[in-house]
């Protein structure tokens, strides 16, 4: 999961084809935080 407060170009893109699960840009609801940590871990 990928959480940051800059939205690059392209950053998005490239964390995701590197493996991150999620990118997500600050402020994060913490109902869409607590989503994609959920996503993450039931798919390990």
Known sequence: II???HDLPN?????MQG???AFLRKPVP???LLD???AATTSC
């Open 30 to 32: 913490d109902r869409t």
């Open 11 to 15: 950053a998005r893109e490239r964390a």
């Open 3 to 5: 959480l940051t407060g």
């Open 19 to 21: 493996g991150a699960s």
């Open 36 to 38: 994609a940590i959920s």
